[in-house]
């Protein structure tokens, strides 16, 4: 695998990969969205799992068809104590078509930790 971070925040080692191996946890919403998009990229579906929410995690959550990431772009983050979002655009490629994702991710903090919650497509 590449050197380079998924996300576009520099070396993988640096950036998200101590978030998947669980030595550091993710500070802010932004922290968290940019390290999952790295997990869909990599195809790290326990990352994914285990940050996503209790409440709203999918019960039957894979990666299989998970196309190829191409690049992640955030628009806005938001923090307002325990609560936070993150608005971006994540591009991959399936098949032979590049196309493009834009959501207004939510996140909450419980224990100190950030948790995916819901977001809307756009």
């Known amino acids: 695998?590449?050197?380079?971070?998924p996300c576009g925040g520099g070396k993988y080692t640096k950036c998200c990969q101590p978030f998947h191996q669980a030595t550091k946890l993710p500070r802010t919403p932004e922290e968290l969205m940019r390290s999952r998009y790295s997990a869909y990229a990599?195809?790290?579906e326990d990352y994914?799992?285990?940050t996503w929410h209790a409440s709203t995690v999918p019960?039957?959550?894979?990666?299989d068809?998970?196309?190829?990431?191409?690049?992640?772009q955030i628009l806005a983050t938001g923090l307002h104590g325990n609560r936070g979002y993150v608005h971006f655009k994540a591009y991959f490629q399936q098949d032979d078509e590049i196309a493009v994702m834009e959501?207004?991710?939510y996140f909450i903090r419980e224990n100190s930790r950030w948790y995916y919650l819901d977001?809307?497509?756009s």
């Open 48 to 50: 994914v799992r285990a």
């Open 119 to 121: 977001g809307e497509v």
């Open 65 to 72: 068809d998970n196309p190829a990431w191409l690049q992640l």
């Open 59 to 63: 019960e039957n959550l894979t990666l």
């Open 42 to 44: 990599r195809g790290l």
């Open 103 to 105: 959501e207004q991710s």
């Open 1 to 5: 695998m590449s050197n380079k971070c």
